[in-house]
């Protein structure tokens, strides 16, 4: 995603530093973090630096919380290098520390109810790969990378033949894939359950509705994952039911991105 982020801020070149930087004069940036974060997206950025030729000190890792003025990254090289890649990285390193930072608050909340919980990431994304590495920095789980992870049966997919159907033709997938279905009523959860799904995905339910039907499909060897509507104003009533997994769209999408800036500084 960096390269792909350089690449369409430079695609026409820098003209502001080409014209105004000489071509060999070296500078240091240092990667400020204007409040208090987890910090993700360290080691990615890091080893796309380097790739361009810059060296990179870094003073902040991964999952690390920092103060507000915290100086997280170093880097030194050439100036106009530096300067082109400043937006991008700061983007970048804004939105992960974002995504971290409310990942962690979230797991903490639920934690101190239901240590047992998991919060998951869905495919809501803008970044996919590094937003849902930033949720695994912020202690959540990753769900799904992509399509071929495991077997999800969603509404569509019954809407089109049918849950029985479904389940069938998706139960000849290797033993090594799950297989989830999405539900969001209660026949349809117990059926999938009786079918022998997974994962059940509670799907757009009030509190009170998933612990009736969690309390019947605990008679089964399934993981119960709820989703839809859990928002961090309201997730403490999702995680008293008794579930085993709780999924958010709000990781990703609606997230605010930290406030990083990085200061230069011309080398003698």
Known sequence: MFDILYTED???????SELVIPE????????IAQENCIVAGIKYLSSKLEKLGLD???LAKDGDRVPKNTVVM????????????????????????????????????????NPKIRIAATRKTLWGYLDKIAVQIGGGDTH?????????????HIALVGIEEAIKRAKRVSFSKKVEVEADNEYDALKAAELGADIILLDNMSPDEIGRIAKKLRNYRVIIEI????????IEEYARCDVDVIS???LTH?????DFSMEIEKMP
């Open 10 to 16: 430079t695609i026409f070149g820098d003209i502001t």
């Open 24 to 31: 060999d004069m070296e500078c240091v940036g240092k990667v």
């Open 56 to 58: 990179v000190e870094i």
């Open 74 to 113: 170093s880097i030194k090289g050439n100036a106009r290098t530096i300067l082109s890649v400043e937006r991008a990285l700061l983007n970048i390193l804004g939105r992960m520390s974002g995504i971290a930072t409310r990942t962690h608050e979230i797991v903490e909340k639920v934690r101190r109810i």
């Open 144 to 156: 799904r990378w992509n399509l071929g992870d495991m077997v999800m049966i969603k509404d569509n």
């Open 227 to 234: 989703s839809g509507g859990i928002t961090p104003q309201n």
């Open 248 to 250: 958010m769209g709000y």
């Open 254 to 258: 609606s997230v605010d991105s930290v």
